[in-house]
C-alpha cells in the first residue's frame, strides 16, 4: 500500500480529472524546456520521461519547430489493480520559432534517459567574420 504525503500532488491530480486537462492530439499539455546557447549551436532540451521514441514527432515549417509525443498507458494485465496513478498519460507538445540565424536544416535530435535533446547550429551567414578595407596606405581590417 502507498501512502501519500502531499495533498496539493493530489488536489492537482484531482483537478486535472475534474477539468479534463490530459493532453489530447487537438490540447496537447505543455512539456519543460530549457533553450541555451553551446559554443556555435543553440541547445533545446525537453523533459519527455516514459516516452518511446516511436511517439516523438518533430516538424520544423519555415523557422517554426514543433515537438510533439505521447505517453502511452503500459500495458498491464487484467489481474493488475492499480493503486495511484499519479504520471500524466496523452500529448505533449511544444512550439519554438527559430531565429533566420540557426541552420534548420541540419538539426540534430538525441534522447536519452528522458530528455529529448536538439542541436540547431548557428548558420554561417550569422558568424562574425573579419572584412579587409582597401585603400589607403596599408590594408586594414575590421572585425565585425
Given at each position: 500500500?502507498?501512502?501519500?504525503?502531499?495533498?496539493?500532488?493530489?488536489?492537482?491530480?484531482?483537478?486535472?480529472?475534474?477539468?479534463?486537462?490530459?493532453?489530447?492530439?487537438?490540447?496537447?499539455?505543455?512539456?519543460?524546456m530549457?533553450?541555451?546557447?553551446?559554443g556555435?549551436?543553440?541547445?533545446?532540451a525537453?523533459?519527455?520521461?516514459?516516452?518511446?521514441?516511436?511517439?516523438?514527432?518533430?516538424?520544423?515549417?519555415?523557422?517554426?519547430?514543433?515537438?510533439?509525443?505521447?505517453?502511452?498507458?503500459?500495458?498491464?494485465?487484467?489481474?493488475?489493480?492499480?493503486e495511484?496513478?499519479?504520471?500524466?498519460?496523452?500529448?505533449?507538445?511544444?512550439?519554438?520559432?527559430?531565429?533566420?540565424?540557426?541552420?534548420?536544416?541540419?538539426?540534430?535530435?538525441?534522447?536519452?534517459?528522458?530528455?529529448?535533446?536538439?542541436?540547431?547550429?548557428?548558420?554561417?551567414r550569422?558568424?562574425p567574420?573579419?572584412?579587409?578595407?582597401?585603400?589607403?596606405?596599408?590594408?586594414?581590417?575590421?572585425?565585425?
Amino acid at each position: 500500500m502507498l501512502m501519500r504525503t502531499d495533498p496539493f500532488r493530489e488536489l492537482d491530480r484531482l483537478t486535472q480529472q475534474l477539468l479534463g486537462t490530459t493532453g489530447t492530439w487537438s490540447r496537447p499539455s505543455p512539456m519543460p524546456m530549457d533553450a541555451y546557447r553551446e559554443g556555435d549551436e543553440y541547445v533545446i532540451a525537453l523533459d519527455l520521461p516514459g516516452v518511446s521514441t516511436d511517439a516523438i514527432d518533430i516538424d520544423v515549417e519555415r523557422n517554426m519547430l514543433t515537438v510533439k509525443a505521447e505517453r502511452r498507458p503500459a500495458v498491464k494485465a487484467d489481474s493488475v489493480q492499480m493503486e495511484l496513478s499519479e504520471r500524466p498519460l496523452g500529448v505533449f507538445s511544444r512550439q519554438v520559432m527559430l531565429a533566420d540565424t540557426l541552420d534548420t536544416e541540419h538539426i540534430k535530435a538525441d534522447y536519452e534517459a528522458g530528455v529529448l535533446t536538439l542541436r540547431i547550429p548557428i548558420a554561417e551567414r550569422a558568424k562574425p567574420r573579419k572584412i579587409t578595407i582597401s585603400g589607403g596606405e596599408q590594408p586594414k581590417q575590421i572585425s565585425g
